[in-house]
Structure formats: structure tokens, C-alpha cells
């Protein structure tokens, strides 16, 4: 994809920011989705009012080992605590933004993650099939999680620019190897890494593919550009961590983030299956099997059209089979209420 065709998107750009800018002022921002979100704006208060990242237990006595602390999972502990320190480069990034505008100079740093989000997958679709820019700008933009993300102080939609941009740069060193497009592509991991422990996964797969590109054509530049990736997502990790244990200096480190904590792959499992296809109430297991079946079938039946020569049998198959997942969850039981993107 050119730079020119990415220049002729700058209206829809500039039109989605402004619908997400109403939105939220529609919504508000006098409440919070989460606790991380209070945690983290909490967190960029204190560095800007003291300078420092940790809070001493407002009242010890009737909590002398430090369990019952106002924040969520904080880290450090008995005697003071970091509300959010899991990933200090997210409340180093709110803390001039909630000085500046409180929550709402907050959400200016997750629109423009969202907004980065959808370019980046604007590039990605254009460079794949001239003319897919604008549909993947909007449906990234506003048919995706992404535009909820927008409106809440959690960094998803950072950690998404983040990664977004570093697969337009890999990408673009597949087709032109030059060492500035790499550093860009790594910059860009580092940074989502730094902001959502998920990224690591990102880093390790775009490692993995490309030291899979080079190792098919044997370009081992292109083998050791994805060993670089993949180590330098590790390397980013365990410096983040002892980045955490020197915020805590000396408390009892409990660090909320790294391959340390067991739940770490099991809860972003989870998420996803809740943010796509999980569902409550009556009925609630089929609606969500039903999608995660169409969701599933249409990833094959997109497979089986870019085939060379494109496979028509497996793709009408697959489509039948999202038609019939989609029927059968229209006639299931109706859930109370459905969480999921899909389902």
C-alpha cells in the first residue's frame, strides 16, 4: 500500500475520530467499566502529586498484613502499595494527560490507540488487496472491540496500535529488508509490551513468522530479524519486571504481571472467548458454541477462496455451515443478555 492511497484515507480518519470524540461525549466520563481503570488513573495521581509511586496503608492497624488494601490487586505490600504498577510506562504516559484534562485526557491516549489500531489494519488489508483500506479502517474503527476500548483507561487499544504498526513494519521488511523498518517493527512490540502483558504473545509469534519466511526461502536475515523479535519480547518482559520489583523497593513484591502469574494465558484465553462469543442466560452454551462454529467455518471458507486456485467446494461448505450456525442460534433459547462480539 502506497503512501498515497494512505494520505486519501485522512478524511475517514479524521471522520472516525470525531464520531468516537461524540460518543464519548455522550457517555461521559464520570464512571468507570473497571477497576483497573480507577487503579491506573489512581496510580498517574500520585506520581503527579508526589512524585513517587507508592501509597502507605491509610490505616494499618486493622490490617496489619496488607490483604484488605482499597486498590484491587495492587502491587507491594504490607506497608505500602503502588495501585498500578504492573506496567509503570501506562501511568507515566496518563500522568501529564489526567494533570491536563482528568479522565478525559486519559481516553485522548485510548482514542488515538484505536485510531492507530485502524490504520494499521487499513495498511494491512491495502497491502493484501488494493481497495480494502477504507472497509478495514471502519470495521477495525467501529465494528470491533477497539471502539469500546476507545472509551476506557486500560491501554487495549494502545497495546493494539502498538502491534498494529509493528505488523506493517514487518510486513513492509519482508518486502524490503532494511534495518530501519526492523527497528521500527521492534520499537513498536517494545512499546505494546510495555502497556499489555498480551503483546508478549504478538512479539513471540511475529518472531516465529518471520523466522518461518526465512527459513522457507533460506534468507537467514530474515531468520535472525525474527530471532531478534522474539528476544527482544522476552528481553522486554524481564526488564519490565525488575523495572516493578525497584518500584516496590524493598515491600513484598507481588508483581501482577509477567510469565510468573499461572493465569496469564489461561485468563487471556478467557477474554477473548468472553469479548467474542461468550453469552449468559438460557441457552447461553449453544448460542456461544453456534458462533464460535460460525466464526470458525468462515475463517476456512476465507482460506479456501485465497487457495491457488482457489478452493470453491470447501468455501461453500464453510459458508453453509456459518448459515446453519447463525439459524441455530437465532432459534436457540434467547440468552438474558449476550456479551459476546459474535455470538
Known sequence: MT?????????????????????????????LFSSDEGAALAQANVLDATGGWLVAHPFPEIDPDGRWFAFYRPDGGPAQFAPYAKHPSYPLLLQPLVAAG?????????????VIAAVAAAWLAGSLRQGAERAALWIVGLGSPLFFDAGLVMAHSLGAAGCGLAACAFVGYRRSPRPIVLALGLAATVAAILVRSEALFFGLAAGAVL????????????????????VASVVTLLVERRWVASIIDGSLVV???????GDLVA???????WTFVSTTGRGSGLVAGAALLAMLA??????AMRARPPSRVAAVG????????AVVAAVAPEPDAISGLFA
Do not use: H, Q, Y
Open 3 to 31: 503512501a498515497a492511497r494512505l494520505r486519501r484515507l485522512l478524511p475517514d480518519v479524521l471522520a472516525l475520530t470525531a464520531i468516537m470524540a461524540v460518543a464519548l461525549a455522550f457517555v461521559g466520563t464520570s464512571s
Open 102 to 114: 482528568g479522565m478525559g485526557g486519559a481516553l485522548v491516549a485510548s482514542v488515538l490507540g484505536t
Open 211 to 230: 523466522a518461518g519466511w526465512g527459513l522457507r526461502r533460506r534468507a537467514w536475515r530474515e531468520v535472525a530479524a525474527g530471532a531478534a523479535v522474539a
Open 255 to 261: 508483581p501482577t504481571a509477567g510469565l510468573a502469574r
Open 267 to 273: 485468563g487471556r484465553i478467557s477474554g477473548a472467548l
Open 298 to 303: 468462515a475463517v476456512v471458507a476465507g482460506f
Open 318 to 325: 464453510a459458508s453453509v455451515v456459518v448459515a446453519v450456525a
